[in-house]
C-alpha cells in the first residue's frame, strides 16, 4: 500500500511564493513519474506540472516560468511557486505512478495510481 502527503499549502499575497512538498511512503522502493494537480472552486482538476524518473518535466501553459518541479529523491518532489497570483488559488492534490509509461501521458489523471488528499492554497490580491 502506498500513501501519498502533501505539505506546504497555505494563504500567500499576489506576488509572493511557496513551496509545496511531495512524499510518498508505504511498501515501495521508488517512485516511477510524480505530478501536481489541483482544482479550483468550480472547476476541473487540472495539471499542474509532472516530472518523469528520468527527470523530464512539463508544466501547464499557466504557470510557465512561475512554478518549477524538481525531484528531491525516489519519493518526493517539490513544486516551488513564484510569482502566485490569486488565479493560483486552489487545492493542490500530488499523485504518484508506479508502473512505466510515456512522459505525455502523465497529462492524464487516469495514469496515476496514488494521490495525496490535497493542501489549500490560497493567493490573496
Known amino acids: 500500500q502506498v500513501q501519498v502527503e502533501e505539505s506546504g499549502g497555505g494563504t500567500v499575497q499576489s506576488g509572493g511564493s511557496l513551496r509545496l512538498t511531495c512524499t510518498a511512503s508505504g511498501t515501495i522502493f521508488s517512485v516511477d513519474d510524480m505530478g501536481w494537480y489541483r482544482q479550483a472552486p468550480g472547476k476541473e482538476r487540472e495539471l499542474v506540472a509532472s516530472?518523469?524518473?528520468?527527470?523530464?518535466a512539463q508544466y501547464a501553459d499557466s504557470v510557465k516560468g512561475r512554478f518549477t518541479i524538481s525531484r528531491d529523491n525516489a519519493k518526493s518532489v517539490t513544486l516551488q511557486m513564484n510569482n502566485l497570483k490569486p488565479e493560483d488559488t486552489a487545492v493542490y492534490y500530488c499523485a504518484a505512478r508506479r508502473g512505466p509509461g510515456s512522459v505525455r501521458s502523465l497529462r492524464i489523471e487516469s495514469t496515476y495510481d496514488d494521490w495525496g488528499q490535497g493542501t489549500q492554497v490560497t493567493v490573496s490580491s
Open positions: 516530472i518523469s524518473r528520468s527527470l523530464t
